[in-house]
DNA sequence: AGATAAGCGAGACGGTACGTCCAGTCTTTAC
DNA sequence: GTAAAGACTGGACGTACCGTCTCGCTTATCT
């Protein structure tokens, strides 16, 4: 994935963007990468901490040993510093291999979801930003539009390579499929119950028989 | 479904509370009912408008025409405030009426979710909260076991009379069932898409094809 | 001396003051002096420990086991219950004994004073009250018109009697008097000094001095 | 008169101060000059109009256009703060100045007091802080160190001068002369009474008569 | 004896101020 | 010109009291 950075300039080892944006003659002390990272950790580890309600920059500048003014001078509010390191933490979990097994990539879908909860970073984060996302566009809006647009063009493809391989019926529909195949597992993120792999096979397990090419309607008995 | 009171004291009209719990002679000037309502609804219109993050008791107690020490008597913490209006908006929207229509008692499920967010104060409320039900064990907990709780007990409840009706394979599981028709509601309301009738639909109609009863596997009869 | 009870309706002990005022058919339960009391006594103690400005009326009312109302019920103000309990204590140290001895009737009025701040509760008491007696004319008034003068005319009548005796000369001055004996000892309460006896006997001997009759007027030498 | 310093880090232009405590680099934004007095200022008003006992930092740091939080940085409490405005306004009252007259001397002593009373900020601060010089170690002992210390130190300076001058007889007790002197003024300002010139008169007068030098009980020596 | 009326302890109530913490900005020195 | 340090205004926090107001109960007088 690729993540839009906020800062108006980027940190230097940027090249790329360097190179793209040359800004001008650059003068005085340059921005410091070492302190741009040290900004972000400490956010990370004060966000998963206290949650996004308690999180207090002063307490972000005193961690990351920097000051208060330094942060503001990077990101405009306590939200847009949040968005970066949910961007940062969300990109490697979206990516769904090609392996010609159907099943296997629906489960990789949903288990890419269960690792990133379970096992980063990236779940005690997003768990504490959950209500920003939900609920505060400047957050909301740019998440939907790169992270959750990108898991959904990510299922599409999945579907679509089912039903070119016949596993799926041509009519499965993309557009919920990744409601059927995440949701229950951000479900579980916040309502509780376990997270694993027992559960991605079932959720998996409905999703492909759902989606399964329609065997010849076969009349039911009658009942009674 | 039947709410803990949060209070130390129960409010006088609270009778059953009263039996079960007899407070001793009850000295001193009595709580305020009116007092205790209006605080509810101060912050929930609050808590709509801002969310959790940028909720002020200060504010609360002016809307409500009420002193902060009369807030804080009552409750511990925002949180607890934030819990017991939770409870009290969430309880109406969990009972499924049996209606003989396994599908129809589906999508009742999914359509409550739906009505509650879309069409209730519970929508903004919630998403206001999902953090910290998500991550503050002081509101999840309770949120989990009483309101959670109390809809997984519905779906279990669909489920098996699903079975009974043989629309459902015997072996069709109730403890994924509300994650595969909940799942995907809350998916969309944190991030977004349509929160309508036909998604319900969607949403209904795969569970219902995934959970059908198996075509008997041999002896398929001969087409021809 | 003779206090006027600042409570509407006296302590039916007091029973001059029921004869002066004789309220009407005085009905419902009655007041209590043990109440009356019991309040002055813990407003003494916590004025004493605390001074006037974290006098609190709640502590008041916990100490004498008594509540708040009952206290407003009494009193119209934190400063008039000060002010009664000044009263109570500040009364029993004014009267000098004639003694036909003019050095010392001058030196009960210092002494007096001395004791009275020393070794008696008012000492504390006044201490606490300082600022509101020069500056809260609710609290000065009264006790300047009752206390001050009552002490005043003490010293007037140890003055006239001096003169009659010939011990002092006969335009001495009653009007600053009081000042110059008991002056000395409330700038030592307020701006420290020992208050013992030798200090009241050079203040008496001072003004002991400065008053005496004079001597006919020895021409004194030319200075050169 | 020399005063201390209650911040901690002195005003700038406090240099003989910074000298004696060389503070390390000095870092970071300094303390405002121009806000220090805005705090004195509207201190010292609150304080005239409403005393001690009513003084509201809030009001104090409303009023001086400053956040509560620069008041609590600089001084640690209501009464460190008003000790500051005490030591600042008493300075200037204390000084008299030789002038060859005994008796003008002694008025200067009486007359500064009384003027600092009637016609300077210095008389309604007092009034509304004699309680706590009284009764509070914390503001009392600094200012009977500096303060009355200061006027004692005067007054024995002049009543040495009138010994030498031959004015006042020669074991005339400097220790009881402040009382003698300056007790009478604060007298009628605490209980009543009026603070004008022909007071002074009568109480200089009184002193100068207890303190003048003996007629000689035995045969003066004849002059020349 | 019962009705009437206050007194009384307890504690809720709307407020005001407390002293603390942060947000976001500004001002200094150091690099 | 960027950075750390920290002062600055302003706003909210959670607590403590103020003076008032219900409550249930007690203690007297009046009928």
Same mark, same amino acid.
């Given at each position: 994935?690729?993540?839009?950075a906020?800062?108006v300039?980027?940190?230097?080892?940027?090249?790329?963007?360097?190179?793209?944006?040359?800004?001008?003659?650059l003068r005085?002390?340059p921005?410091?990468?070492r302190?741009?990272?040290?900004?972000?950790d =400490?956010?990370?580890?004060l966000?998963?901490?206290?949650g996004?309600? $308690?999180?207090?920059?002063?307490?972000? !500048?005193?961690?990351?040993?920097?000051? $208060? /003014?330094?942060i503001?001078?990077?990101?405009? *509010?306590?939200?847009?510093?949040?968005?970066?390191?949910?961007?940062?933490?969300?990109?490697?979990?979206i990516?769904?291999?090609? *392996?010609?097994?159907?099943r296997?990539?629906l $489960? !990789?879908?949903?288990?890419?979801s269960?690792? *990133?909860?379970?096992?980063?970073?990236?779940?005690?984060?997003?768990?504490?930003?959950? *209500?920003q996302i =939900?609920?505060?566009?400047?957050?909301?809006?740019p998440?939907?539009?790169?992270?959750?647009?990108?898991?959904?063009?990510?299922?599409?493809?999945?579907?679509?390579?089912?039903? /070119?391989?016949?596993?799926?019926?041509?009519d =499965?529909?993309?557009?919920? !499929?990744?409601?059927?195949?995440?949701?229950?597992?951000?479900?579980?993120l916040?309502f509780?119950?376990?997270?694993?792999? =027992?559960?991605?096979?079932?959720?998996?397990?409905?999703?492909?028989?759902?989606?399964a090419?329609?065997?010849?309607?076969?009349p039911?008995?009658?009942?009674?």
């Open positions: 994935m690729n993540i839009p906020t800062t300039r980027p940190a230097t080892t940027d090249v790329a963007t360097v190179e793209l944006e040359p800004l001008p003659p005085g002390r921005r410091s990468d302190i741009h990272r040290a900004i972000l =400490a956010t990370r580890e966000l998963v901490q206290d996004f309600t $308690k999180l207090r920059l002063e307490r972000v !500048a005193a961690r990351a040993g920097v000051g $208060k /003014a330094t503001y001078r990077r990101w405009p *509010s306590k939200e847009a510093l949040a968005l970066e390191l949910l961007f940062e933490l969300a990109g490697p979990h990516e769904v291999a090609e *392996s010609g097994d159907t296997g990539e $489960k !990789a879908v949903v288990m890419n269960v690792r *990133s909860i379970t096992q980063t970073p990236f779940g005690p984060v997003i768990r504490a930003l959950l *209500s =939900a609920g505060n566009p400047s957050i909301g809006d998440f939907r539009e790169m992270v959750v647009g990108a898991r959904r063009s990510q299922v599409a493809l999945v579907i679509e390579r089912g039903i /070119a391989r016949g596993d799926l019926r041509p =499965a529909d993309p557009s919920v !499929a990744t409601e059927l195949l995440v949701g229950p597992v951000y479900f579980r916040v509780g119950g376990r997270l694993d792999e =027992a559960f991605a096979d079932r959720v998996v397990g409905l999703v492909l028989e759902g989606y090419p329609r065997v010849p309607p076969i039911r008995p009658m009942p009674r």
